[in-house]
């Protein structure tokens, strides 16, 4: 059984710098990709960050690029985001997710995700 389990969420005002992380506890017999969603309050979650199963395809939300970094553990089964120069419109809940093949666009292709970690920048 495939479990997300996520942490690295916190407090921290704007300009400064968080990773998260997900640890992947599921078997690893297939070729997946993984990253990690957002959802503010209101709002719809968004795609922010995937990665491929090698590590060669990457993907950043506008919102987000030259700021955040998402990179995998060469084991394959922890997935991280390096989250700089933090604004406050970053605040939001970040999601893992792990979808079969490549990097998911939408919600429904993610076929895994994590339960969740708060991220709040205070101004």
């Known amino acids: 059984q495939v479990q997300l389990v996520e942490s690295g969420g916190g407090l921290v005002q704007a300009g400064e710098s968080l990773r998260l992380s997900c640890a992947d506890s599921?078997?690893?017999?297939?070729?997946?990709?993984m990253g990690w969603f957002r959802q503010a309050p209101g709002k719809e979650r968004e795609l922010i960050a995937g990665?491929?199963?090698?590590?060669?395809?990457?993907y950043y939300a506008n919102s987000v690029k030259g700021r955040f970094t998402i990179s995998r553990h060469s084991t394959k089964n922890t997935v991280y985001l390096q989250m700089n120069s933090l604004k406050p419109e970053d605040t939001a809940v970040y999601y893992c997710w792990r979808a079969r093949g490549g990097i998911v666009t939408t919600v429904t292709q993610a076929d895994y995700w994590g339960q969740g970690t708060q991220v709040t920048v205070s101004s």
């Open positions: 990665i491929s199963w090698r590590g060669s395809d990457t």
């Open positions: 599921g078997r690893f017999s297939e070729v997946y990709s």
